[in-house]
């Protein structure tokens, strides 16, 4: 138990920074990382403990997202439409920030699952054999795959700056009412 009690400590805040920024939204990303330490504590030894705890969230992430994705759509509409009608009109700085965030994160959202996922684990710290372990990529690849990351999310970011939903000459499908 005491081993957890540090793993949990040690790795907690990093561990719900990064399911933040994966899922945009810090209660759930609390939800994981609570599932994530138990299933740490069910464990009778970890060998690489960072890289086997993002590896476990990552994929309760994506168990999750395949049953969810629709119905977090529908949620995430409903939180901004309540924003919207919640919000006053901040100062223009803080307009222009909330734009860029919103940027990044749509940006962030049309990259392939694994770019996103490379991205965010090196942002949170993550060194290439964690990340090669979590994702279970070759130490090589992750150097690759983090620069075609980083490419595409420029690509995407600059395409979403000039109102285009064009990305790398394709164009984004956008959702159809269901």
């Given amino acids: 138990m005491n081993d957890v009690d540090r793993l949990f400590r040690e790795y907690h805040e990093p ?20 599932e994530t330490f138990l299933r740490a504590m069910r ?8 890289a086997w705890l993002f590896a476990v969230a990552t994929n309760l992430v994506r168990d999750e997202a395949r049953k969810d994705a629709r119905r977090r759509r529908r949620l ?13 009109e901040p100062e223009p700085l803080a307009i222009e920030r909330a734009q860029e965030a919103a940027l990044a994160r749509k940006a962030l959202d049309m ?32 150097g690759t795959t983090l620069a075609r990351a980083r490419r595409r999310l420029v690509d ?3 395409s979403l700056q000039h109102g285009g939903n064009r990305v790398g000459g394709v164009a984004r499908g956008t959702h159809a009412a269901s």
């Fill in 111 to 142: 990259l392939a699952e694994r770019d996103r996922e490379a991205l965010l684990m090196r942002e949170e710290g993550l060194d290439y054999t964690e990340i090669a372990s979590a994702l279970e990529l070759s130490i090589k690849s992750v």
């Fill in 76 to 88: 995430e509409l409903l939180r901004e439409q309540a924003r919207a009608e919640e919000a006053v």
């Fill in 156 to 158: 995407a970011y600059e």
């Fill in 43 to 50: 464990q009778e030894s970890i060998v690489s403990e960072r």
């Fill in 15 to 34: 561990l719900v920074r990064y399911l933040t920024r994966r899922l945009g939204d810090r209660d759930w990303a609390d939800e994981v990382a609570q």
